[in-house]
């Protein structure tokens, strides 16, 4: 019987008194149950996407929700059919997502959560402002139907782009990312900042998706694995990125093959292989420019790979 692979896709803010104790324990956890993916802990909390076979992701999630700390966890569940990552990073970092707003705790003060469902029943009204809070190259690929869009590379650079939203004060504003994580700072940084009525979607594009179909996101949801982009909208969908190079219609996302570049950008077949994965010329004849496979996709070669390196004895 082949084996079925799910992807989980998480975050849970939840004070963790000692992170580097946490990681250390975690880190041989999930190689104890074959779970590979990214892993960040901080003190605020943890934050992952992370793939294994169906029997082990239910492990995983019984065993995190089964901690105190995380019961309230929200497990957003894709299926494969093979490991959506080939090695394993557990890592500590100042933040479970990089926000410059480290001041602020998600328990304390955030935006009032919608379910999928409470989300597609207002998302239309008049009074409403739908608010995309991620960075270019997600929302270049897809995006929910007349949502304000903001021109940020980074996370971390939307604070200086609530300026820009000054016109939306009046508005109900309902902010999406695609898990839910960089709403929780994004609504509470709002408020922060005055807004008054500010919302969230619960559990992002992709719990959307999985509830409602994905109705009215056009295009397609950029994710942090090997699958790149994922279908979302199994009701209306639509298109809306365009090649890099020629400028067809295309949804089609590459990493540019000169590494010193790895622009995210969407790049049609044809200009894929004209153009050897490159985004631009010079990147076409770059010294250290990987050989294209078609893909668009370098993942590092394991090269004998040991998940053990790191861990304390």
């Not at 304390?108 to 995309?132: C, N, R, W, Y």
């Not at 559990?203 to 409602?212: L, S, T, V």
């Not at 894929?272 to 370098?298: D, Q, T």
Request: with cysteine; charged share 25%; aromatic share 10%.
């Amino acid at each position: 019987m082949e084996t079925q692979y799910s992807i989980l896709l998480y975050y849970c803010y939840a004070p963790i008194a000692d992170p580097e104790a946490f990681r250390e324990e975690h880190h041989l956890f999930c190689i104890k149950n074959n779970i590979l993916g990214r892993i960040i802990i901080a003190h605020e909390g943890l934050n992952g996407t992370v793939s294994g076979s169906k029997q082990d992701c239910e492990v995983y999630m019984n065993t995190l929700k089964a901690d105190p700390r995380f019961s309230h966890i929200d497990f957003k569940i894709d299926t494969s059919p093979i490991h959506a990552f080939q090695k394993l990073y557990v890592r500590v970092k100042p933040e479970i997502v990089n926000s410059s707003l480290s001041h602020i705790d998600p328990n304390k003060q955030t935006g009032i959560h919608l379910s999928p469902a409470e989300f597609k029943a207002m998302k239309d009204a008049e009074d409403v402002v739908v608010l995309d809070v991620r960075s270019n190259y997600e929302h270049h690929v897809g995006r929910f139907k007349n949502a304000v869009t903001l021109d940020i590379e980074n996370f971390r650079d939307f604070p200086e782009q609530v300026k820009d939203l000054q016109q939306f004060k009046n508005k109900k504003i309902l902010t999406y990312c695609t898990g839910g994580i960089k709403c929780e700072k994004a609504s509470a940084y709002l408020l922060e900042q005055g807004f008054e009525n500010v919302y969230q979607l619960h559990g992002g594009i992709i719990k959307y998706g999985i509830e409602e179909g994905g109705e009215d996101f056009e295009g397609k949801c950029y994710v942090f694995d090997n699958r790149v982009v994922v279908d979302v909208n199994q009701v209306n969908p639509k298109i809306v990125s365009t090649c890099f190079v020629c400028g067809v219609i295309s949804d089609r996302m590459v990493n540019c093959a000169n590494p010193e570049c790895n622009v995210h950008v969407p790049i049609c077949e044809n200009c894929g292989w004209e153009m050897e994965g490159a985004c631009s010329p010079a990147c076409k004849v770059h010294p250290r420019k990987r050989v294209y496979n078609g893909s668009g996709s370098y993942p590092k070669e394991l090269n004998g790979y040991n998940p053990m390196i790191g861990v304390k004895r």
